[in-house]
């Protein structure tokens, strides 16, 4: 019986400091903030900073509003009502965003700061315009780092991107 909690606990022992080689607790800034965006020069692409339907208070340097769950096409007008060429992500593009922290949220909340009010009980999940199956788009779930695929109908968070200026086609 000894033996056994002995070598449960060095397991676990193991096992975390395996976890702490693979995460990070404090990630590096990859992200030039500007106000309410923020400029990933390596991918050439521009992020709203906050979840689509709130918006970015400077004095506060925060997001305000309620954010709500958009169905793709909700939420494909409501980026083309945005100013400025606004879109939803690839899958690709969002990947871009995930962080290996080691506990909360996959991405880094200081550029971010409001993508945990996407989780409407399932997690902090954000739709991609990344068709999986005719009427099924991917989207990421940055509570957990995992991407999957849910129903157009359904009610997801949203991130807008657009293409940064001067980026090559």
């Known amino acids: 019986m000894r033996l056994g909690v002995g070598l ?14 693979t995460c990070v607790e404090h990630p590096p800034l990859q992200l030039q903030i500007a106000s309410d965006s923020a400029l990933d020069s390596q991918a050439q692409l521009v992020w709203k900073r906050c979840l689509l339907g709130t918006t970015w208070n400077a004095r506060t340097k ?14 494909q007008r409501a980026a083309q009502a945005v100013l400025g060429e606004w879109r939803l992500p690839t899958e690709p593009e969002l990947e871009t965003l995930l ?8 991405l880094d909340r200081r550029v971010f700061p409001n ?28 509570s957990v780092g995992g991407l999957d695929m849910h129903s157009a109908g359904f009610g997801l968070g949203v991130l807008l991107v ?3 200026k001067g980026k090559r086609q």
């Open 8 to 21: 449960s606990c060095f397991g676990g022992l193991l096992l975390s400091s395996a976890v702490a080689a």
């Open 62 to 75: 925060g997001c305000e509003g309620v954010a709500k769950g958009y169905s793709q096409k909700e939420a």
């Open 99 to 106: 962080v290996e922290s080691c506990a909360g949220l996959k």
């Open 115 to 142: 993508v945990a009010a996407a989780d409407f009980g399932e997690g902090a999940k954000i739709w991609t315009s990344s068709e999986a199956l005719p009427g099924m788009f991917y989207f990421l779930n940055f």
């Open 162 to 164: 657009k293409d940064a």
